[in-house]
């Protein structure tokens, strides 16, 4: 089955809104990023976050790693925040690789 | 931050000539990666390489598919025949040990026709 699962699937937001994407993960794991892939296809690592709470800038990334999830808080956001967030985990058993969800699709509506 | 950069950008070539794809890791890192996604689809590993070796590959991972790091050089990623199915942007990514945060590259586009 899919070892990382994102939801929602996709999101629509009215700009200065807050959301929040969920993680969940069926295996343990010794790492865990959140990225951004921008409409035309680039890709940004926003957060490495295996464990407990991390910010950058608007966002904030809380990982329960006993309860195999994590979640990514977007604050106030913006147009430009449009796009793709996948989650990635490297899991514990199956060596130096990182595993996708499918990604959770955001757009900010002006 | 730290930056990983992949040449070319985008790359166009019939099937059945040879391709190689370029990835500049970040100069510290021990670790490299190359990972595949098709328009529209998820992400997907391909090979680690660590210390002139693969390490391990995923069943996407084809026969006409070669990594190698000649020399503290890049770390590239050659196929050879490409095939159609090969079209995709393969992603570089480095990281400094196993386990450690990747930092990946922008990408190259790779469209066999």
């Known amino acids: 089955g899919q070892q990382v699962q994102q939801s929602p699937a996709s999101l629509v937001l009215q700009e200065g809104e807050n959301a929040e994407l969920q993680c969940n993960f069926s295996?343990?794991?010794?790492?865990l990023q959140w990225f951004y892939q921008s409409p035309g296809g680039s890709l940004v690592s926003l957060l490495s976050?295996?464990?407990g709470t991390k910010h950058t800038g608007r966002l904030t990334s809380t990982t329960v790693t006993k309860e195999r999830r994590s979640s990514l808080h977007i604050s106030s956001s913006q147009t430009t925040d449009s796009g793709t967030y996948l989650c990635?985990?490297?899991?514990?058993?199956?060596?130096?690789?990182?595993?996708f969800g499918i990604g959770t699709r955001v757009l900010v509506r002006p | 931050g730290p930056k990983v950069l992949q040449i070319p950008s985008h790359q166009i070539i019939d099937m059945g000539q040879m391709v190689t794809l370029n990835c500049d890791p970040v100069?510290?890192?021990?670790?490299f990666y190359w990972y595949k996604q098709i328009l529209g689809q998820q992400m997907e590993f391909l090979v680690n390489?660590?210390?002139?070796?693969?390490?391990?590959k995923s069943k996407l991972f084809k026969d006409q598919f070669s990594v190698e790091r000649p020399d503290g050089s890049y770390f590239t990623l050659k196929i050879q025949p490409t095939a159609l199915e090969d079209s995709a942007v393969y992603f570089c990514?480095?990281?400094?040990?196993?386990?450690?945060?990747?930092?990946f590259g922008p990408g190259t586009r790779l469209t066999v026709l």
């Open positions: 295996s343990t794991a010794t790492q």
């Open positions: 976050n295996p464990s």
């Open positions: 390489f660590y210390n002139g070796k693969v390490m391990e």
């Open positions: 990635a985990i490297e899991p514990n058993s199956a060596g130096n690789k990182l595993t």
């Open positions: 990514a480095s990281s400094l040990l196993g386990a450690h945060e990747q930092y």
């Open positions: 100069s510290n890192h021990l670790y």
